[in-house]
T-cell receptor
């Protein structure tokens, strides 16, 4: 599958710093969701944005925040980084209300964040 | 609590052999179930999507089954290839804002 682009691909940050990860949605998709995937684990839902508003959130603290822009691209911001934030961060775009669409939930390749 | 459990956790098979991966879920309300293939360090790629009324769906050498009564799904891989080595993740989409519930995945290694 193609269409969802994430940047950067790799990132190293120091504990306490802030980081911004970016996601460009697949054309025609209006929803973006973010996931954190620790090594050897399944992805954990962080939050979802639909038409620039957060419409669902997982069990993550407020220092994880996001934005969705009018072109449906998105940012994930993490403040006060902790060592446990080291993970692969995945972005997925979809067209809400058509979950069975062949183009639903397209994932990007992820950003590998390492906190030292 | 919405949960998706996969088994086995890891599997090693020889090239050319078949294998079956299992997924049990307790998710409500249920919208649809998907199997994804994830190469190490990459994003998941969709293999199959199944709704409540579908029992079987194929995508090349991949065949997924769904039993909505017992809340079980399986992914059967036929004539495995070295490139099938990856993690296979079962994902259940719940209703509302279509939240994805992920299993922890089955790590498959295909050896020559």
């Amino acid at each position: 599958e193609t269409g969802v682009t994430q940047s950067p691909t790799h990132l190293i940050k120091t504990r306490g710093q802030q980081v911004t990860l970016r996601c460009s949605s697949q054309s025609g998709h209006n929803t973006v969701s973010w996931y954190q995937q620790a090594l050897g684990q399944g992805p954990q839902f962080i939050f979802q944005y639909y038409r620039e508003e957060e419409n669902g959130r997982g069990n993550f603290p407020p220092r994880f925040s996001g934005l969705q822009f009018p072109n449906y691209s998105s940012e994930l911001n993490v403040n006060a980084l902790e060592l446990d934030d080291s993970a692969l961060y995945l972005c997925a775009s979809s067209l809400l209300r058509e979950p069975t669409s062949a183009y639903g939930y397209t994932f990007g390749s992820g950003t590998r964040l390492t906190v030292v | 609590k919405n949960q998706v459990e996969q088994s086995p956790q890891s599997l090693i098979i020889l090239e050319g052999k078949n294998c079956t991966l299992q997924c049990n879920y307790t998710v409500s309300p249920f919208s649809n179930l998907r199997w994804y293939k994830q190469d190490t360090g990459r994003g998941p790629v969709s293999l199959t999507i199944m709704t409540f009324s579908e029992n079987t769906k194929s995508n090349g050498r991949y065949t997924a089954t769904l039993d909505a009564d017992t809340k079980q799904s399986s992914l059967h891989i036929t004539a495995s290839q070295l490139s099938d080595s990856a993690s296979y993740i079962c994902v259940v989409i719940t209703g509302g804002y279509n939240k994805l519930i992920f299993g922890a995945g089955t790590r498959l290694a295909v050896h020559p």
